[in-house]
Structures are given as structure tokens and as C-alpha cells.
């Protein structure tokens, strides 16, 4: 059975098991969910929800009319359509909402869907800057909304063993992580496509939101704007917020102590602002934590092709999506057959050893899947438990990542204050943590 077929099988069983369990449930026991951005990310968190008996799409609000005609195809009954996210929660029908916009829009739904009354899915990363997601968990908390971000990876089971495994000590003392986002775009990445008249300027304007007005530049939408300051902090933030969590989840720590970074737009030559290499390295007081967004080369790490490995005293971790092996390292004493580099006479009394520092449990193979967060969500929904990956957790791993990028801005390396999330050596470096809406825009 090749690794697709086995993917395939394993996501069958998973999704029978949810569904046998949630089509148990009554009519009376749905989550009546509305969609905030059907397209790309949105499409598939729609479809995450969908596997689920329990979980009722009763409205849609998207910009694009093709997207919303898609998601009301594969939706049961006929969900009402918007074009305004305000007037999808003013919606009394509707329980929870899953926002899936781009991020300088999700605090300011995020908050707003809070406060009329409804649970919230937001994708992530959570925000934009760190001030806004401070603002997201004191606002779930003040009006005791379900909340949960969509980093699915905590959701799936084979993760939670592993980051339960470092956790407990199975590596020995954690003392690198490194994490890669490797995708080669040379020579001409998103193109160079000229400014000029948006093909409707209410969408543009609804599409900008609380960012600054800016001439329409067909990349600055849809997926690309991931490479433009103001709405992403680029793959940093994009698929570095899924490694820096597992990596902190791991850890069992909160924040870094500092952050430091290098990088540029060495390659590919389009109208992009975000660089299309950089490596950022975050103390985590003990351990050093490194992602590296290598854009113009697409040569995969050479160990273990993997996206994330853990590196402790005793051995290794290699994780892919949701898959995941232990390679046991050797000691000093069991390599080389002295305890010290200084006591080489022993060498010939112990001689070499071939044992390993620990028992490697065997290796998993598995993959990550939105469903499983989904179900959380619906789960604590109705039980009002806290979500597998709640408010301040998307908060704490999305913070660390804004951070990589500002340090890269900035070219400097920044101590943090955690408690404050403030920065105690550089002014300049603040200014970043957050940004001056455009008006009317506010955050409540």
C-alpha cells in the first residue's frame, strides 16, 4: 500500500468514525453555521465542516458570487447568501461562524461576530499584529464565546502523542527545532502585474477593509496577497504559525525570550513585498527554534524530507503533516568510548558502543486533517468546553511568528517581554505590533 493509499484509508476511517458518530445526533442537536470567505481555505474548511452530521451551513457570505454558488451546491438545504459579513451575523439563525478571510480582516469580524453573540472558527494565522490579538482573547473572554483558531494540527491525534512524547522527556533535553517551508517560485513567482482600475471598486474597498487604500493590483487578491505587507506577514506567518505551534506545544512554553532574523528578495523577480529567503531564529530559553522560508529553491531537507525536526540530547523527531519517527542518538561515552574528550586513555577500556540513548517508538504514519478540528469545534460548541486550540493558544503561536517578521523588517535581533509583549530594546520594533486602522474602521 503506497503512502497516498495508506493517507486515503486512514482519512476514510477517521471520517466514518465522525460520521457514524455524528449523524447519531438529532435536528435539534446542530451547530447552525455561517461561512465568512468560501474561496481556497475557505472552501476547505467549509468541506471540514461538511463531514459532519451535526453541523448545519445555514448562510454564506463571500465577495465572489461563483464562490458562493459552489459552497451552496454542496451545502444541505439552501443557506441564505451575503455579500456584507455584517449582515450574515445579524443572522439570529445562526449559532457559530468559521472566518476564513485574509488576516487584516479577522480581528475585526472575530470581535464583532463575538459580540453578537456567536461562537467563532477563525483560519489562521490568528492576526495581523499581536495588539489585535490581544484584543481577540480579551474579547472572548469577556463575552464567554467558544473560540477556536484554525491551527488543525492540534486536533490530530497522532500530534497530540508526539508532542506529548517531547513533552515527557522522550527526546531528553530539546535543544534545536527547526522547521522548513521549501517552494521554489524563480523566476517569476506571482508575475509583475501593473496597478490599475479594480473591476469593481466596492469589492476593492471590501476587500481592503482596515488596511491603507492602495491602487487595486490584481496580486494584492485572493491568494497572493500573502506576499504584501499589509494583510500577511508572509509563509512566516502562513504555514510557520502550524510548525512554531507544534514546536511550543512540544516545548510546553509560552513565548520566546528574543528573536532575530535575515533574509531578502534575492531571486524571484515579481511585484511582491515579502522576501523570497529568510531563515528567523527564536530563544526559547534553552532551545533555539529556526524556520526557514527558502522560496527560490525547491530542494527538500535532506533529512527525512521533513517539515519540523526536534532535536534533543537523547535523539531526533522527523515530522511530516501528521506523520512522525524518533531516530535515538548516541552519548559522548556510547560514540566514542571516553566520557570526556580529555580522558582518552579510557577509550580503549569502554571502546565503542552501539546502543542507543533511547527506545525509538515505531514510527507513525498518518495525516493532518481539518475534520478532526472541526468536530472539536461542534463538540465544545455545545458543551462550552475550550477548544483543542482555544483563543490564547492561536494568540500565543501567532504572536511569535509576527515577531519573526518584524525582526526581519527591522534587521535586528529583539528581546521580549512576554507579560508586557512589548519589546525592551527597540522602539522601532514596536511600532509594528500594531497598526492605524483606515477609517471608519475601528476595533471594538
Known sequence: MDDITRREFARGSALATALS????????????????????????VHDAFLEHGDSQTVALCD????YLDFAVKKSRGNPRKYKEYKKLLDDKEVDAVAIATPDQWHALMFVEACRAGKDVYVEKPLSLTVSEGRRMVQVAEETKRVT?????RRSVKSLIEAAKFVRDG???????AKSYHVQNEWPNGIGN???????????????????????????????NFRWFYNYSGGQITNFGVHYLDMIRWSLGKDAPLGVVAMGGRYAVKDNREIPDTCEVMWDFGGTLVIFCQYNATGVSPAMRNAEIEIRG?????????GSWEVVPDRTTEELFGYRTPLDRQ????WGASKKPAIEAPPPVKADSDTTWHARNFLDCVKSRAKCNCDILIGHLSTSATIMGHIALRTKSYLEWDARAERFTNSAAANKFLSYQYRAPYKLG
Open 21 to 44: 458518530y455524528s449523524r447519531i445526533l438529532g435536528a435539534n442537536d446542530r451547530v447552525r453555521m455561517g461561512f465568512i470567505g468560501v474561496g481556497n481555505r475557505g472552501d476547505q
Open 313 to 321: 540530547t537523547k535523539g531526533a523527531m522527523f515530522l511530516n503533516s
Open 346 to 349: 579510557s577509550e580503549r577500556k
Open 63 to 66: 465577495l465572489r458570487d461563483d
Open 148 to 152: 477556536q483558531v484554525g491551527i488543525h
Open 193 to 223: 502585474v501593473p496597478d490599475g482600475p479594480p473591476p469593481s471598486e466596492w469589492e476593492w474597498e471590501q476587500w481592503l477593509g482596515p488596511a491603507p487604500k492602495v491602487p487595486y493590483n490584481r496580486n494584492r487578491m485572493f491568494y
Open 170 to 176: 522522550g527526546l531528553g533535553q530539546v535543544t534545536v
